[in-house]
C-alpha cells in the first residue's frame, strides 16, 4: 500500500518542480524582502523585527496561493478529467490515492518554506551578521497550519467543484480565527463538538510567540491528528463515490 502512495506523491511534486513553482514563488519573494530590508536598513539602527514581519506575512500569502495552485492542479483533475481509473485500477484503496496527492503537496509546500526561511535569515544573517532561527520556527508553524486547511481542501474536493471549494474554504479560514468566540456564543456541548471538529488557527497564531519545545510538539500532534481526520474523511466519501 505504502508504494503507490509514494509514487503518486512523487508525480505531484516532480510534476511542481519541472514548472519551477518554487523557484517563481522565491523569485516573487526576493525583491519584496529586498524592499523590506532597504526600508529597515535605511533607519537608524538596523531592527530585524520589520523584516520578520514582512517575511512572515510573505510566506504565509505565497504558500496559501501554493496550496490553491497545486489544489486545482492535481486534487481536482481526476473529477474533471476523468483519468483517475489508470491509479484506482492499480490501487486497493482510493484512500491511498489522496494521501499521495496529500503527501505530494505538502512535500512541496515544505520546501517552498524551507526556502523561503533560508532567505530571510540569509538576509538577516549578512545584516546583522548574527544566526537568526525565528523564520524557521515561523516556517514550521505556517506548514502545519496550511497542511491542515490542505486536508480540508481536500475533503472538499472529493464531491465539490473548484470554486465551491473555494467558497467554503473562505468562511472555514476565517471561523478557524473566530473560534474561542464562537464557543463563547454555543456554551452547550453540541456546539463544542462542532467547534472542536473545525480547524482553530488561534492555536498556530499563539505558537508563533511561545517559545516552549513542548508547545510545538502539541501543534504537531493537532495538526497530525485533525489532518488525519479529514483525510479519512475524503476517503470515505471518495470510496462511496461513483466515478
Excluded at 31 to 58: H, K, M, R
Amino acid at each position: 500500500m505504502l508504494q503507490p502512495i509514494i509514487e503518486i506523491a512523487k508525480i505531484v511534486v516532480f510534476a511542481s518542480l519541472r514548472k519551477g513553482l518554487v523557484v517563481s514563488a522565491l523569485l516573487i519573494m526576493f525583491p519584496l524582502l529586498l524592499g523590506a530590508w532597504l526600508f529597515e536598513a535605511s533607519n537608524t539602527g538596523f531592527q530585524t523585527g520589520f523584516l520578520i514581519d514582512a517575511g512572515t506575512g510573505l510566506m504565509s500569502l505565497l504558500s496559501i496561493i501554493t496550496l490553491c495552485v497545486l489544489s486545482f492542479e492535481h486534487l481536482f483533475w481526476k473529477v474533471d478529467q476523468q483519468t483517475p481509473w489508470f491509479y484506482f485500477s492499480r490501487l486497493k484503496s482510493r484512500t491511498s490515492f489522496l494521501i499521495g496527492k496529500y503527501l505530494g503537496i505538502n512535500f512541496v509546500l515544505c520546501l517552498e518554506l524551507i526556502v523561503f526561511a533560508l532567505l530571510l535569515s540569509l538576509i538577516i544573517f549578512v545584516t546583522t551578521r548574527s544566526m537568526v532561527l525565528l523564520p524557521f520556527k515561523i516556517a514550521f508553524i505556517i506548514w502545519l497550519e496550511y497542511s491542515l486547511l490542505l486536508s480540508i481542501f481536500t475533503l472538499l474536493s472529493t464531491f465539490l467543484s473548484k470554486l465551491m471549494s473555494v467558497g467554503m474554504m473562505l468562511p472555514i479560514f476565517f471561523i478557524s480565527y473566530s473560534i474561542p468566540y464562537l464557543k463563547s456564543l454555543m456554551p452547550n456541548w453540541f456546539g463544542e463538538i462542532i467547534l472542536s471538529l473545525l480547524p482553530n488557527s488561534n492555536l498556530f497564531e499563539f505558537a508563533i510567540e511561545n517559545n516552549e519545545i513542548s508547545y510545538l510538539i502539541l501543534i504537531l500532534l493537532y495538526s497530525i491528528f485533525m489532518s488525519s481526520f479529514y483525510i479519512t474523511l475524503a476517503g470515505l466519501v471518495l470510496r462511496h463515490k461513483d466515478l
